[in-house]
Structure formats: structure tokens, C-alpha cells
């Protein structure tokens, strides 16, 4: 018996049909159909364009139920949706694309419901919808997956088409359309030209470093890319990805399949992560941002929000805080690249807080690693050549410097590292880049990364008597690419150690123990609000050089220069590398007040610190002179001449002795005379020098005889 309310009842509307009237009807607040429109460029483009980029919260809107059934079964509604897609383009395209054409919906910007981080995908996640961000720290490369094999029979000569649904591959079960019923595997052969094919890649995403709490290792998950999607990011890269997560065997062993699987990731769309930080900033807050860069103490308050719990440094904040803005990085027409990354090092007395200022930095950084020179190596900062476990191949994975890609990358104990992993920084700090040759891998990979470093002296504490290049277990060729370089160093003196007593006895005694008057030490921005506030500057803010900042940035150095022009006994003060660091420094400073414009006072704050710098790491207190040349070169001009002049006066003294050699007894005795003036003790350590260079050579007898034109 049918019942009355059963008369006008439909059956239920196919999800394909769902999807087409979404795809055909959605409109934007200003009447716009929005998936129409695309599915024109679509159609104008079908040779390129295959996706059909779906946002996700649109869906919701349109049918929520629609978008909870998508989510709690994938596999079958994302068929639906392509198969949607592919109709409103064959309608669009007046069948010019055919219903059996390939094309596919690709959804993006899942609601946060949705979303899940790598550290909590669980069991009950199998088979549905999410979305999950990471940074892709490996990628295969892409190979053709079979999904319709085309087999011949060797005996009749049959062809088999077999549609291939596991992971292993189908043969025809038996031949039955030649009639000679073969059913032997090793009868069959696979026929590559009239199989079908579509592209495959794995990849590999692991947990943010500003995710990790402390002392866990991060997770990762392994995907699977396939069709139009894939090789579409690199290593490095930081990734959304949207897809089903799906289990897969571990590994197969004599006795069968265990039963413990790994999770792998069946991705529907992948995007870059960068598109989702603005989503982090609302409103309120960039009214907020505004309203804060406006304060005409806002370089103040930044400095002082910088570890507050580390008395004084105020130079070494401000320095801080520029590397953390950056510069403005700019590409000419000629495809040259002018870095906006500025490198800071922090060097000196242990107990100084260096590590504490850094610490603070990646902290602060919108995007930041935290790593120890001890414990790192050339590899694992830069990249790593390893086999993959999938397909035996060998793949590149990305290190430290490489993840933190327009970020921030904070390196302790820099002065431990050994010498050949240093080196592999050389080309990150300057050209910002890693170049790979390895294993037949030959890859190219971004590298726009602020270091911000700190080292400790060669003998435990700085020595104000030797150069900061023999102070330090540093090359010169990497020391000359930092921007700015700070000497920190511990000197008693009662004032400030009282200062510095008071505050530190401050930041652990309670608020309602403090003397009447007293303040608690509190940063004057939060530092959850001060994140967003480098965030928002970082990507929202270009300052352009004025005229008058750039006359006065050329004043600074021509003023520098100018003792030195025609005159070649003059030292070197400044080159055209701290030129081009003046002007990132610049940005940084405007940048710090949301400035669209470098202005003159910006240029004055930062030629104090970089004059501040120059003085603490390249002042030849001998002549009371700047000399780049000990930064550059290892060695300042006032020693280069010494070591010439020294040189100089043995080749003399081996000539009048009919080159024969010269004792060291001699060689002091005529050096302490002008024009050397040398002290005993200055002559061994230049004779060494000499020796070092190869431009001495020491007998067995004790005697030095000098390669003749070894200069």
C-alpha cells in the first residue's frame, strides 16, 4: 500500500547532479557565477589547465550537506565531483570536450574543522577529508603509474585491457577471447604503447619547526601526487596539502601482510602554505598593527620586547630586530638578485647571552629554525642525498637552511662547526642559494634565509690585542658576509654589575614582593602580538629609498673613503658590500615603522649601528683608523705592511750573507730598529706568519731562508 505522503516523494538527488547545479548556480556577493567563469578559462586553455580549484568553504555554503558527505567519503564524491566538472566543461566547451575527457576538481582552503597537524592524524582520520601543512622535506621523481594494462597472449595473440585497482599488478585471470583458455602469467605480456598511464610522485612533509614543543621529534607524512599535480613544489617548500588519508602495507614478508600499517596521503590539491598566513591576521589585528606602528617610540618598544629578561644590549637588540624585519629583496630586469636578508653574528665573552638573544629571535621570526653548530653538518643544513625507501632511487632532502626559507635561521656555537660543513653556508649567505651535485642529482634549491649566529673566542674569551680573525675560528670569507658583527664583552664594573644584579634579581622575585615604586620587567609588545606585527611588515611592507636617504647613505661612505683616496699607505675604512648592507639596513629601520619610504632618520639610526660595529671589529687601534681589510683579508693593513717590511728585511739580510741563511738571533736584532721597531716576541709571530704563507722557509739548523718572489 503507498501512502499519500509517499505520492510526491523523489528519489535522492545523484551527488554528480549536486555538484553540476554548485558548479553552474554559486555566485559571489556580487552576482558573479564563480565557477562557470572559470570553467571558461578552462575551456580556453584545455590543452594546460586540467583542474578546476574548488573552495571548499563556498561548498558549505552552497549545500553543507553536500560538503559533510565529501568529507566523510572522499573516494567516491571527489569521482562525483570530476565527473560534475567534466560535464559543465563539455556543456561550456559545446562538446568540443568529451565526456570521457579527463579533468578535476581540486579543493582548497578547508575550514579549520577540517584541518589536522601531523602530530595528531589517529586511526579514526582513515579515509577522510583533511587537510594538513608541513614542509615538503623530500620529493620523488615523477614516474608513470599504470591504470589500464594491455595485455598480448603469447599462445592466440588476444588483447586484454585490465583495469588496475591494487597496489601489485593484475594479469588476465584467463584467456578467454582467442579460445585457448591460457591462464599462466608467464603467457602474457605486457603491451606498454596501448596501456594507459597517468604521472606519480611521492613526497614527504614534516611538522613546522615553530610547531615542535620542546624535546620531540617532528613527525611526517608520506602523499601521493598524481595527474596535473605533481612536481609543482620543491624541497623546502612549505605546503598545504588536501586529500584522504589512506593506509598502506609497512611491508610484505613471507608470512603475508602484518597487520600494522603506515598512513599515506591520496592528495586532491596542494598549494603553498604562504597563501594561508594572511588568514592568521584578521582585521582587528592589522587595525591594531597600524595603530601600533604610529607610536613615535615603536623602534623602543620593539627593542625593549626582545628577550626583556636580558639586561642592556640595546645595540645588539636593534641589530636583532633588523635582521628579523629584512630588507627589501629586489630582482632587476636582468634577472639579478639583490638579497633583503640581513646576517647578523654575535661574538664574545661566555655567559654573555648571545645564545639567549638568539634563542629570542627564532622565537620572534614568523618562520624560524633553531639549530647548534655543534651538532650540525654541512648536510643537514643545507641538503641531504638519500635512497628512497618506496622506490630504491636516490631523492633530495631538505636541511635546515632550506626550511627556512624567507625566514629566519638561528645557529649557536657557529665557531664549532667544522671547516668543510661552514663552508656550504658560503654560497646560502650571499647568493641564496644551495647548489646540489650529488649522487647524479643536480638541484638548485631557494635559500632567502636571515642567519643570525653567535661564536665564541678561539681562547674562551676575546683578546682585545689580536685581530677578530685570530680571535675567532672563523674564515675571513664567511666572517666579510655578515652584515653586522658584535663583540660582546664581560668587563666588571660595579655600576653596571649592580644594574645587572637588580634586574636579574627582579625577573624571579613575585610582583607583590618588589619595592614600592618598583615594576615588573614586561615586554612593552606581547610577543604573540609582536609575531604578527614582523609577519604583517615582513609581507605587506617594500620601503623605496628617497633621495635624501641616499644622499645621505652616500655622504657616510664617500666621508669614510676619503682618507684613503691616493694614498696607498692609508688602510681601506669601507667597501661596497657594507654599502649595499646600509641600504637593507635602511629598509629594515623603515620597515619596523610600517614606512612606505626610507627617510633620513632611518639612514642616521642605522649608521650608528653599523659605525658601532665597524668600531668593535674592524679599528686598527695602531693607527687609529677603520681597516676593513682585517674583516676581508684575515689580516688589517697595518700588519700586511709589517709582514712586507719583515719579508723584506731577511731577503736583505740573506743577500748580504751570500744566500746563506739567516738565523732568528739576527733577524730580531735588526727588526727592533726603525723602521720596524719590532719587540722580540712580534718578530716570532710574524716569522710564523711568513712561514704559514710560504713565504719563509725554516731550515733544520733553525735558520729561515726566503722564497725568493713569493710576493
Given at each position: 500500500m503507498?501512502?499519500?505522503?509517499?505520492?510526491?516523494?523523489?528519489?535522492?538527488?545523484?551527488?554528480?547532479?549536486k555538484?553540476?547545479?554548485?558548479?553552474?548556480?554559486?555566485e559571489?556577493?556580487?552576482?558573479?557565477?564563480?565557477?562557470?567563469?572559470k570553467?571558461?578559462?578552462?575551456?580556453?586553455?584545455?590543452?594546460?589547465t586540467r583542474?578546476?580549484?574548488?573552495?571548499?568553504?563556498?561548498?558549505?555554503?552552497?549545500?553543507?550537506?553536500?560538503a559533510?558527505?565529501l568529507?566523510?567519503?572522499?573516494?567516491?564524491?571527489?569521482?562525483?565531483?570530476?565527473?560534475?566538472?567534466?560535464?559543465?566543461?563539455?556543456e561550456?566547451?559545446?562538446?568540443?570536450?568529451?565526456?570521457?575527457?579527463?579533468?578535476?576538481?581540486?579543493?582548497?582552503?578547508?575550514?579549520?574543522?577540517?584541518?589536522?597537524?601531523?602530530?595528531?592524524i589517529?586511526s579514526?582520520?582513515?579515509?577522510?577529508?583533511?587537510?594538513?601543512?608541513g614542509s615538503?622535506?623530500?620529493?620523488?621523481?615523477?614516474?608513470?603509474?599504470?591504470?589500464?594494462?594491455s595485455?598480448?597472449?603469447k599462445?592466440?595473440?588476444?588483447?586484454?585491457?585490465?583495469?588496475?585497482?591494487?597496489?601489485?599488478?593484475?594479469?588476465?585471470?584467463?584467456?578467454?577471447?582467442?579460445?585457448?583458455?591460457?591462464s599462466?602469467?608467464?603467457d602474457?605480456?605486457?603491451?606498454?604503447k596501448?596501456?594507459?598511464?597517468?604521472?606519480?610522485?611521492?613526497?614527504?612533509?614534516?611538522e613546522?619547526?615553530?610547531?615542535?614543543?620542546?624535546?620531540?621529534?617532528?613527525?611526517?607524512l608520506?602523499?601521493?601526487?598524481?595527474?596535473?599535480?605533481?612536481?609543482?613544489?620543491?624541497?623546502?617548500?612549505?605546503?598545504?596539502?588536501?586529500?584522504?588519508?589512506?593506509?598502506?602495507?609497512?611491508?610484505?614478508?613471507?608470512q603475508?601482510?602484518?597487520?600494522?600499517f603506515?598512513?599515506?596521503m591520496?592528495?586532491?590539491?596542494?598549494?603553498?602554505?604562504?597563501?594561508?598566513?594572511?588568514?592568521?591576521?584578521?582585521?582587528?589585528d592589522?587595525?591594531?598593527?597600524?595603530?601600533?606602528?604610529?607610536?613615535?617610540?615603536?623602534?623602543?618598544?620593539?627593542?625593549?620586547?626582545?628577550s626583556?629578561?636580558?639586561?642592556?644590549?640595546?645595540?645588539?637588540?636593534?641589530?636583532t630586530?633588523l635582521?628579523?624585519?629584512?630588507?627589501?629583496?629586489?630582482?632587476?630586469?636582468?634577472?639579478?638578485?639583490?638579497?633583503?636578508?640581513?646576517?647578523?653574528?654575535?661574538?664574545?665573552?661566555?655567559?654573555?647571552?648571545?645564545?639567549?638573544?638568539?634563542?629570542?629571535?627564532?622565537?620572534?621570526?614568523?618562520?624560524?629554525?633553531?639549530?647548534?653548530?655543534?651538532?650540525?653538518?654541512?648536510?643537514?643544513?643545507?641538503?641531504?642525498?638519500?635512497?628512497?625507501?618506496?622506490?630504491g632511487?636516490m631523492?633530495?632532502?631538505?636541511?635546515?637552511?632550506?626550511?627556512?626559507?624567507?625566514?629566519?635561521?638561528?645557529?649557536?656555537?657557529?665557531d664549532?662547526?667544522?671547516?668543510?660543513?661552514?663552508?656550504?653556508?658560503?654560497?646560502?649567505?650571499?647568493?641564496?642559494s644551495?647548489?646540489?651535485?650529488?649522487?647524479?642529482?643536480v638541484?638548485?634549491?631557494?635559500?632567502?634565509?636571515?642567519?643570525?649566529?653567535?661564536?665564541n673566542?678561539?681562547?674562551?674569551?676575546?683578546?682585545?690585542?689580536?685581530?677578530?680573525?685570530?680571535?675567532?675560528?672563523?674564515?675571513?670569507?664567511?666572517?666579510?658576509?655578515?652584515?653586522?658583527?658584535?663583540?660582546?664583552?664581560?668587563?666588571?664594573?660595579?655600576?653596571?654589575?649592580?644594574?645587572?644584579?637588580?634586574?636579574?634579581?627582579?625577573?624571579?622575585?613575585?610582583?607583590?614582593?618588589?619595592?614600592?615604586?618598583?615594576?615588573?620587567?614586561?615586554?612593552?609588545?606581547?610577543?604573540t602580538?609582536?609575531?604578527?606585527?614582523?609577519?604583517?611588515?615582513?609581507?605587506?611592507?617594500?620601503?623605496?629609498?628617497?633621495?635624501?636617504?641616499?644622499?645621505?647613505?652616500?655622504?657616510?661612505?664617500?666621508?669614510?673613503?676619503?682618507?684613503?683616496?691616493?694614498?696607498?699607505?692609508?688602510?681601506?675604512p669601507i667597501?661596497?658590500?657594507t654599502?649595499e648592507?646600509?641600504?637593507?639596513?635602511?629598509e629594515?629601520?623603515?620597515?619596523?615603522?610600517?614606512?612606505?619610504?626610507?627617510?633620513?632618520?632611518?639612514?642616521?639610526?642605522?649608521?650608528?649601528?653599523?659605525?658601532?660595529?665597524?668600531?668593535?671589529?674592524?679599528?686598527?687601534?695602531?693607527?687609529?683608523?677603520?681597516?676593513?681589510?682585517?674583516?676581508?683579508l684575515?689580516?688589517?693593513?697595518?700588519?700586511?705592511?709589517?709582514?712586507?717590511?719583515?719579508?723584506?728585511?731577511?731577503?736583505?739580510?740573506?743577500?748580504?750573507g751570500?744566500?746563506?741563511?739567516?738565523?732568528?738571533?739576527?733577524?730580531?736584532?735588526?727588526?727592533?730598529?726603525?723602521?720596524l721597531?719590532?719587540?722580540?716576541?712580534?718578530?716570532t709571530?710574524?716569522?710564523?706568519?711568513?712561514?704559514?704563507?710560504?713565504?719563509?722557509?725554516?731550515k733544520?739548523?733553525?735558520?729561515?731562508?726566503?722564497?725568493?718572489?713569493?710576493?
Open positions: 503507498v501512502m499519500p505522503d509517499d505520492l510526491g516523494a523523489t528519489a535522492p538527488q545523484d551527488p554528480a547532479a555538484f553540476e547545479d554548485f558548479l553552474r548556480l554559486f559571489d556577493p556580487v552576482g558573479t557565477f564563480v565557477y562557470l567563469n570553467a571558461k578559462y578552462i575551456v580556453a586553455d584545455s590543452e594546460k583542474s578546476l580549484a574548488v573552495d571548499f568553504t563556498h561548498l558549505m555554503r552552497h549545500d553543507p550537506q553536500l559533510k558527505d568529507h566523510e567519503n572522499p573516494t567516491e564524491y571527489v569521482k562525483k565531483a570530476n565527473q560534475a566538472a567534466v560535464n559543465v566543461l563539455h561550456q566547451s559545446n562538446g568540443a570536450i568529451k565526456l570521457t575527457d579527463e579533468y578535476f576538481v581540486r579543493f582548497s582552503n578547508v575550514p579549520s574543522s577540517y584541518c589536522l597537524k601531523l602530530r595528531k589517529r579514526n582520520h582513515m579515509e577522510k577529508l583533511f587537510a594538513v601543512s615538503l622535506i623530500r620529493a620523488t621523481n615523477v614516474r608513470p603509474e599504470i591504470t589500464t594494462a595485455f598480448e597472449c599462445l592466440c595473440g588476444a588483447q586484454h585491457d585490465i583495469e588496475q585497482l591494487d597496489d601489485e599488478l593484475s594479469y588476465p585471470a584467463v584467456c578467454n577471447i582467442g579460445g585457448c583458455k591460457n599462466k602469467k608467464s602474457f605480456r605486457l603491451i606498454g596501448t596501456s594507459r598511464f597517468i604521472d606519480w610522485q611521492q613526497i614527504r612533509i614534516q613546522m619547526p615553530e610547531e615542535l614543543s620542546a624535546g620531540n621529534v617532528p613527525r611526517y608520506d602523499a601521493l601526487l598524481l595527474h596535473d599535480i605533481v612536481d609543482t613544489f620543491r624541497p623546502g617548500d612549505r605546503v598545504t596539502l588536501v586529500g584522504t588519508i589512506k593506509i598502506a602495507p609497512i611491508k610484505k614478508n613471507s603475508g601482510q602484518g597487520r600494522v603506515m598512513q599515506l591520496h592528495v586532491n590539491s596542494i598549494y603553498s602554505e604562504e597563501e594561508t598566513h594572511s588568514e592568521e591576521i584578521t582585521e582587528e592589522e587595525e591594531k598593527i597600524k595603530l601600533l606602528a604610529k607610536d613615535p617610540f615603536i623602534h623602543t618598544k620593539i627593542i625593549r620586547s626582545i626583556p629578561g636580558l639586561y642592556g644590549m640595546e645595540m645588539e637588540k636593534l641589530a630586530a635582521s628579523l624585519f629584512g630588507g627589501v629583496h629586489k630582482v632587476r630586469g636582468s634577472g639579478h638578485n639583490m638579497r633583503g636578508d640581513i646576517h647578523m653574528l654575535l661574538m664574545g665573552d661566555p655567559g654573555t647571552g648571545k645564545s639567549q638573544l638568539i634563542k629570542a629571535a627564532a622565537k620572534l621570526a614568523p618562520r624560524a629554525i633553531y639549530t647548534s653548530g655543534q651538532g650540525s653538518t654541512a648536510a643537514g643544513l643545507t641538503a641531504a642525498v638519500l635512497r628512497d625507501e618506496t622506490t632511487n631523492v633530495l632532502e631538505a636541511g635546515a637552511l632550506v626550511l627556512a626559507d624567507n625566514g629566519v635561521a638561528a645557529i649557536d656555537e657557529f664549532k662547526m667544522k671547516t668543510t660543513d661552514r663552508v656550504a653556508i658560503h654560497e646560502a649567505m650571499e647568493q641564496q644551495i647548489s646540489i651535485s650529488k649522487a647524479g642529482i638541484a638548485n634549491l631557494n635559500c632567502r634565509t636571515t642567519i643570525i649566529a653567535a661564536a673566542p678561539k681562547m674562551g674569551r676575546y683578546d682585545d690585542n689580536l685581530t677578530i680573525t685570530e680571535n675567532i675560528n672563523l674564515q675571513p670569507t664567511i666572517l666579510s658576509r655578515f652584515d653586522l658583527i658584535f663583540i660582546v664583552r664581560d668587563r666588571p664594573d660595579e655600576k653596571s654589575d649592580g644594574m645587572v644584579a637588580d634586574h636579574i634579581l627582579k625577573l624571579h622575585m613575585p610582583e607583590d614582593k618588589l619595592a614600592p615604586g618598583e615594576e615588573a620587567i614586561e615586554a612593552p609588545i606581547e610577543a602580538f609582536l609575531k604578527k606585527y614582523m609577519r604583517y611588515a615582513r609581507a605587506e611592507c617594500e620601503p623605496q629609498m628617497t633621495a635624501e636617504a641616499s644622499a645621505k647613505i652616500k655622504e657616510f661612505y664617500i666621508k669614510l673613503r676619503k682618507p684613503a683616496q691616493g694614498d696607498k699607505e692609508m688602510p681601506i667597501v661596497a658590500r654599502l648592507g646600509l641600504i637593507r639596513l635602511s629594515a629601520h623603515a620597515k619596523m615603522a610600517l614606512r612606505k619610504e626610507v627617510l633620513v632618520q632611518d639612514v642616521e639610526a642605522v649608521i650608528r649601528v653599523q659605525e658601532e660595529s665597524m668600531k668593535q671589529v674592524s679599528w686598527d687601534a695602531e693607527r687609529q683608523q677603520f681597516d676593513v681589510d682585517g674583516l676581508q684575515g689580516r688589517g693593513h697595518s700588519k700586511r705592511e709589517r709582514l712586507t717590511k719583515l719579508y723584506s728585511l731577511i731577503k736583505n739580510l740573506q743577500e748580504e751570500h744566500d746563506e741563511p739567516v738565523d732568528m738571533k739576527s733577524i730580531v736584532e735588526r727588526a727592533g730598529f726603525a723602521p721597531n719590532l719587540k722580540e716576541d712580534e718578530v709571530a710574524l716569522v710564523e706568519q711568513l712561514k704559514k704563507e710560504a713565504m719563509v722557509v725554516e733544520k739548523n733553525g735558520k729561515f731562508l726566503v722564497v725568493k718572489d713569493a710576493k
